[in-house]
């Protein structure tokens, strides 16, 4: 009797329709889990690269608050600048339009640490924002590039483990009119919840999976040929026409799954619709990405426009006539509105030509600059343009504007005092006429308030003349 029962079981073994159930059940396992395997690892990698595209949209955002120029001075003022504090406020707007963004902060980066310039608290609360001048240093994971930081380069997205979790860091270097990196603006974002969905969408294949091994072994050989074998070759050759590029190749791909119509009462049913359930998530869950990458898109053109309209002199830093412009029609609008308040100061170089002609163009170059120094230290809170070869225009605002008279003997004083110094180089003794005029109630236009800042310059211009003489 235990002879046969022995032999009965070697039988049974060694029979096709008890080895095939299990040779398929691995060999569907192996394939799900490489299945799986891939489209995790795709999946993750592409929520990687939307992520920097999002960081890089509110880097670029932060890059534009702020003054290159200026970072020393809010390293050292900070609060006490009305200037930082609406910084410190847009950047909390920027981090609002943004809400995966954890950290948001600016440091100024050594190969010893960071230091803080501008530091937001923490979406979550559990990190409370530094004070400018705090100096903290970096974990391993951000130390690995801080040669390339400081260098300049720019570092693609940072991920990996952190005290915070599994974290991924974007920066974006910053700086100043001379082309010196001066800092750099950061944001962090947590990809803990990320691998939290990976993982539950692993453990649900990987449940299905064993459900539907279980039950293809109870069936058998004929049940396993009819509602399984069949189902799955189907589902497996649509798979192979998969594309994953675009939205619309995931919309295909769903229709494609759709197209098998397959009804089998069974546990691969079950697979079937949850698949297409889960690819429909997808799918759902790459609009939203695709609808954020167009945004991130749309500033980044509009940030590019800006660059192509070049509102910046190339020579001295300041705005440019394009800038200018664009600042005209700004104040046009405000005057429209009856909310003007502003004094245009009209600045003309002297001996410009002189000093081309006897001393060479770079040295008229270096006279030029030296010259729109003085106006943007004496008018550190307005906007300076060079609208012409040797012509400049500060629009005053605000506290330059309330100071404005003691700001034009300053600067008045300024060209003075380089003029007469002798012992200077030529292109050192800036000199300059200067006339100011001040918006009225019955002024419609800026430039009724330009003619009159000009004609007040070229008044100074002859006064200069009659006392220094005129080149030609």
Not at 91 to 103: G, H
Not at 136 to 150: G, V
Not at 184 to 189: G, K, L, P
Request: proline share 2%; net charge negative.
């Amino acid at each position: 009797m235990d002879k046969k029962f022995k032999n009965f079981n070697i039988k049974k073994i060694n029979s096709v329709s008890f080895r095939l159930p299990i040779l398929f059940v691995f060999s569907c396992m192996i394939i799900i889990l490489i299945f799986v395997i891939m489209l995790y690892f795709r999946f993750q990698n592409r929520m990687i690269i939307q992520y920097c595209y999002i960081a890089e949209g509110a880097t670029n955002q932060m890059a534009l608050e702020m003054d290159g120029d200026k970072i020393d001075e809010y390293l050292e003022k900070n609060f006490e600048l009305e200037e930082y504090q609406n910084i410190l406020q847009r950047f909390y707007e920027i981090r609002d339009s943004y809400p995966d963004i954890l950290y948001m902060y600016v440091y100024r980066l050594s190969p010893d640490g960071g230091t803080v310039i501008f530091d937001l608290n923490s979406t979550d609360g559990t990190e409370d924002a530094g004070m400018p001048g705090d100096h903290y240093e970096f974990q391993d994971t951000f130390m690995k590039y801080i040669d390339d930081f400081c260098a300049g380069v720019e570092v693609p997205g940072i991920t990996g483990q952190t005290e915070d979790g599994y974290m991924l860091t974007y920066c974006k270097p910053i700086y100043d009119s001379s082309g010196v990196l001066q800092c750099h603006a950061c944001v962090d974002f947590s990809m803990d919840a990320l691998h939290q969905e990976d993982l539950k969408f692993i453990y649900s294949i990987l449940l299905v999976s064993g459900l539907v091994s279980i039950a293809i072994m109870l069936f058998g050989i004929y049940r396993i040929k009819k509602d399984v074998a069949e189902p799955l070759d189907k589902m497996s050759q649509a798979t192979e026409k998969f594309i994953y590029e675009t939205q619309e190749d995931q919309v295909q791909n769903i229709r494609i799954m759709k197209e098998l119509d397959i009804h089998t009462n069974n546990e691969i049913e079950k697979v079937y619709h949850v698949f297409i359930s889960v690819m429909e998530q997808s799918l759902h869950f790459m609009e939203n990405l695709s609808k954020a990458e167009t945004d991130i898109k749309a500033k980044n053109e509009q940030i590019g426009q800006i660059s192509q309209e070049a509102y910046r002199d190339s020579l001295t830093g300041v705005g440019s006539k394009a800038a200018y412009a664009k600042k005209i029609n700004e104040l046009n609008e405000k005057i429209l509105n009856n909310h003007a308040e502003f004094a245009i100061v009209m600045v003309d170089m002297n001996h410009l030509k002189k000093i081309n002609d006897e001393c060479g163009h770079k040295a008229g170059d270096l006279y030029l600059k030296g010259c729109c120094h003085l106006i943007c230290e004496i008018f550190k809170h307005s906007p300076v343009f060079r609208i012409g070869g040797d012509e400049f225009v500060a629009i005053l605002t605000g506290q330059d504007y309330q100071n404005r008279y003691a700001h034009i003997d300053s600067l008045r004083s300024a060209y003075a005092q380089a003029y007469e110094n002798t012992e200077q180089e030529p292109w050192h003794r800036y000199s300059a006429s200067i006339g100011m005029a001040e918006y009225a109630s019955d002024d419609s236009t800026v430039e009724l308030v330009f003619k009159r800042a000009d004609q007040a310059m070229y008044e100074d211009k002859k006064k200069f003349k009659s006392k220094y003489g005129s080149y030609r």
